[in-house]
């Protein structure tokens, strides 16, 4: 039972373009979102996150926008850059759950210089 | 400040055997939760530890155990080997750790790779 799907296993962009990876679910109690990135050999690193309260959260190239009726959230890069190149997933909780998140199976991103 | 550490980070057992991971949280964390991630999928959540007890528990087999020591570091214990459990398992830590707090970030390890033959 996939309660979260990321649907593009992989997405190639040029550098200095915008990146759009996408996430859907299916559980509507779903109110915390987290967006990771993460390299061969290296365990998850935390980019942004969003809760259920917002439609929309930024931190510097990185852009993560929530659509609660669609059951949906993208991350956007803005510019992308070759070290972005990366596995991406998203995750999902529910408060009062104690942090027990569910992954997507990930977005395998490649910028190309 | 280290982050969390994981050991060891290879590791090849045979089917029926046992195996022990572990983990040390992040500096002020008291929170450690278990994945596993299988190849080509996304991170599995096993189970949390909070105050030195289990919490909250996936979708796995009683022969995934585990334990979490006063020093907030934890165990992941692997009864009975099967094929199937050949993955990264990976270990998160965070903070605070009681529910009102709601959900945190997860600070993740790197990992340990786990062979079963």
């Known amino acids: 039972d996939q309660q979260v799907k990321q649907n593009s296993p992989s997405l190639s962009v040029q550098e200095g373009r915008i990146s759009i990876l996408n996430c859907d679910y299916t559980n509507s109690m779903f109110d915390y979102f987290l967006w990771y990135k993460k390299y061969p050999a290296e365990g998850p690193t935390f980019l942004i996150s969003i809760s259920s309260i917002k439609d929309k959260n930024e931190d510097g190239r990185f852009t993560v926008f929530l659509n609660k009726s669609a059951k949906h959230l993208s991350l956007h890069i803005v510019p992308s850059q070759p070290g972005d190149s990366a596995v991406y997933f998203c995750a999902a909780s529910t408060y009062g759950t104690g942090n027990q998140f569910y992954f997507g199976t990930g977005t395998s991103l490649t910028v190309i210089p | ?117």
């Open chain 2, 1 to 117: 400040d280290a982050g969390v550490t994981q050991s060891p980070t290879h590791l090849i057992k045979t089917r029926g055997q046992q195996v022990t991971l572990r983990c040390s949280p992040k500096s002020g964390h008291d929170t450690v939760s278990w994945y596993q991630q299988a190849l080509g999928q996304g991170p599995q959540f096993i189970f949390q530890y909070y105050e030195e007890e289990e919490r909250q528990r996936g979708n796995f087999p009683d022969r995934f155990s585990g334990h979490q020591f006063p020093n907030y570091s934890s165990e992941l214990n692997v009864n009975a080997l099967l094929l199937g459990d050949s993955a990264l398992y990976l270990c998160a830590s965070s903070f605070p750790g009681h529910l009102s707090a709601g959900a945190n970030v997860l600070t993740f390890g790197a990992g340990s790779r786990l062979t079963v033959l």
